[in-house]
């Protein structure tokens, strides 16, 4: 296809990062994280967060658009509606269309190490299958929900998801060095190619999310622009590397203020190990626009923001710093990432 007919773009279904409902001023706006990357009339969803089937929706897409889901990781605000993509969805699922593939990572292969402020290590929860990955995770969401599926295809003669949803795990590089506690983010690493079609190749790099493993950031290429998506990590290499001349980088961002005003004052260990977990597992605005910069990418788009509801203008303070366009988004904003043309839409 020529000129800008697939108009390539990403929709920010919901930009908000962190396993909660975000309470306070500002509360309810942002949804959670997912990112729809739209090319010609396909989509590519980009984790599930909270809302995500109400944000497709409000967007103007449904799972008969969805060409596959992409899961960054395994944390409950990048997938915590899954399953309601998988059995809601059915019923926009279009007569004919290929299965949905769900693309994420495979079982961690280790549970974590324990925090070194725990004074008793912590009991893990089932421990027959403590860390399961995508496919699994996928089989048992649907398997928990064996009493309505059942219901629907028997009685209302409705088709199954295992027939329309097709899960299926990463798998890392043999010989990369990867191990999920030794070596979670190999230096040097090398982009993989994860899925390909006649619109988009996907590539996909460890990032740093400590203790969750593996940790991937996406790369989405298309004849007309590409676009990287850097999941949840810290300041990493590897991002720079997967990210290098990208046309638009979404980078997760956190307010590191907010963090020591949450937690600095509790004074118990499970505060501490808190703080411990952002400091070591995420970015700051301020190291974000740095990794955009070594990387070239000519637009730099902040989500996954934490607290999601933290003030614009605490972002936007930023902006002078970037020497390409800067932009926080808010929910269901469109950026073109096109090479022709990057800008915002924002929706009416």
């Not at 409950?76 to 309601?84: F, K, N, P, V, Y």
């Not at 280790?110 to 995508?134: D, E, F, H, M």
């Not at 994860?194 to 740093?208: F, G, S």
């Amino acid at each position: 296809m020529q000129g800008t007919s697939l108009k390539p773009r990403v929709v920010t279904l919901g930009t908000a990062g962190g396993p909660r409902w975000w309470t306070g001023e500002n509360a309810g706006k942002r949804a959670g994280i997912a990112t729809a990357v739209v090319v010609g009339d396909a989509v590519y969803l980009v984790d599930a967060g909270t809302g995500v089937g109400n944000q497709l929706m409000k967007a103007g897409f449904s799972t008969a658009n969805l060409r596959g889901i992409f899961l960054t990781h395994l944390h409950s605000d990048h997938t915590i509606d899954l399953a309601s993509l998988a059995i809601f969805g059915l019923f926009t699922i279009t007569p004919g269309q290929a299965p949905v593939r769900i693309i994420g990572p495979g079982d961690r292969g280790a549970l974590p190490p324990a925090s070194p402020r725990a004074q008793i290590p912590p009991t893990p929860l089932y421990p027959k299958n403590p860390t399961p990955g995508t496919a699994d995770m996928f089989s048992h969401l649907m398997q928990a929900y064996g009493t309505d599926l059942n219901d629907r295809v028997i009685d209302a003669l409705r088709p199954s998801p295992l027939d329309h949803f097709i899960a299926a795990d990463i798998a890392i590089p043999a010989g990369s060095g990867y191990h999920p506690n030794a070596n979670p983010t190999p230096e040097g690493f090398e982009p993989f190619e994860i899925y390909r079609d006649e619109l988009v190749t996907v590539t996909a790099t460890l990032v740093k999310h400590p203790p969750i493993a593996p940790a991937f950031a996406f790369r989405f290429d298309t004849a007309e622009g590409s676009v990287t998506i850097s999941g949840d990590t810290a300041p990493c290499e590897n991002l720079v590397r997967l990210a290098r001349d990208t046309d638009l980088l979404l980078h997760e961002a956190i307010d590191f203020d907010w963090v020591q005003r949450s937690y600095g004052s509790i004074g118990t260990e499970a505060a501490a190990a808190s703080m411990d977990h952002h400091r070591l597992s995420h970015t700051s605005a301020a190291q974000a626009i740095e990794l955009a910069e070594r990387a070239g990418a000519r637009t730099l788009a902040l989500h996954h923001l934490v607290p999601g509801t933290t003030p614009v203008s605490t972002w936007l303070a930023h902006a002078k710093d970037f020497s390409g366009t800067f932009l926080v988004p808010d929910d269901l904003d469109t950026i073109s990432f096109s090479r022709a043309h990057t800008e915002l839409m924002v929706a009416p």
